[in-house]
């Protein structure tokens, strides 16, 4: 079983589904995987989802049984070359900060590769 693994496996839910969420968690459910990392649903990033959007993808992770392992932001994943293409990433990346914090997670996944710099400043 897949519960009874060393390690922590998790499914990017729209790997399965990129328009349906819950059919997403219910196959990840029956496949026995116990986290759902949390990119799109509902033709949206994690970042933009309203509160109310946000406490309906929490209360279906948990319909199905299922914990959040991370959230991931498209935060960096191509270079920025200008201030306010910089500004709106980093917006987002303390966005997706902010929703882990709610979800009492100790990190998230973004990419490094469009930071200019020193990313540990950021």
């Not at 990033?45 to 319909?63: C, P, Y």
Request: aromatic share 10%.
């Amino acid at each position: 079983m897949l519960k009874d693994l060393p390690w922590n496996l998790f499914v990017i839910s729209d790997e399965i589904d990129p328009k349906d969420f819950e059919h997403a968690l219910r196959v990840i459910s029956e496949l026995g995987a116990p986290f759902v990392e949390v990119r799109n649903l509902w033709g949206k990033n994690v970042t933009q989802l309203s509160d109310q959007e946000f406490s309906d993808m929490r209360a279906l992770v948990s319909k199905y049984g299922l914990r959040i392992s991370n959230l991931d932001s498209p935060t960096f994943k191509i270079y920025i070359g200008d201030e306010k293409s910089y500004d709106q990433h980093l917006k987002v990346l303390r966005r997706v900060i902010e929703l882990s914090k709610r979800l009492d997670l100790s990190y998230t996944r973004y990419s490094r590769s469009g930071i200019r710099g020193n990313w540990r400043t950021i």
